[in-house]
Nanobody
Framework: QVQLVESGGGLVQAGGSLRLSCAASGRTFSTSTMGWFRQAPGKEREFVARITWNGRNVYYADSVKGRFTISRDNTRNTAWLQMNSLKPEDTAVYYC?????????????????WGQGTQVTVSS
């Protein structure tokens, strides 16, 4: 299995940037698809971005395309989400997740391991 811990959230003004980190423990990180999801108050958890185990294939939600970048380093067991040009509607708890079956998925149900989440608040 893999355990995930997010960090890097905080309060930022609109137009600013944040970099979220997801530190993983366990041997399966390097063979897992990693995803970032977010959940705003009163809303369902939604897909943000995902990256395949080798980093060669990435995919973004339309709402963040061109502003967010997902990356990973398997030698450091870490994934990141670089968030630029942040908007108030990006405010949410952000979660990293691992799909141990290494699918190309945007569905929360396909991700079996989750971190505890980190709060991102964007002020206008």
């Amino acid at each position: 299995q893999v355990q995930l811990v997010e960090s890097g959230g905080g309060l930022v003004q609109a137009g600013g940037s944040l970099r979220l980190s997801c530190a993983a423990s366990g041997r399966t990180f390097s063979t897992s698809t990693m995803g970032w999801f977010r959940q705003a108050p009163g809303k369902e958890r939604e897909f943000v971005a995902r990256i395949t185990w080798n980093g060669r294939n990435v995919y973004y939600a339309d709402s963040v395309k061109g502003r967010f970048t997902i990356s990973r380093d398997n030698t450091r067991n870490t994934a990141w989400l670089q968030m630029n040009s942040l908007k108030p509607e990006d405010t949410a708890v952000y979660y990293c997740a691992a799909d141990l079956s290494a699918r190309y998925s945007t569905q929360t149900s396909d991700y079996g391991a989750w971190g505890q989440g980190t709060q991102v608040t964007v002020s206008s």
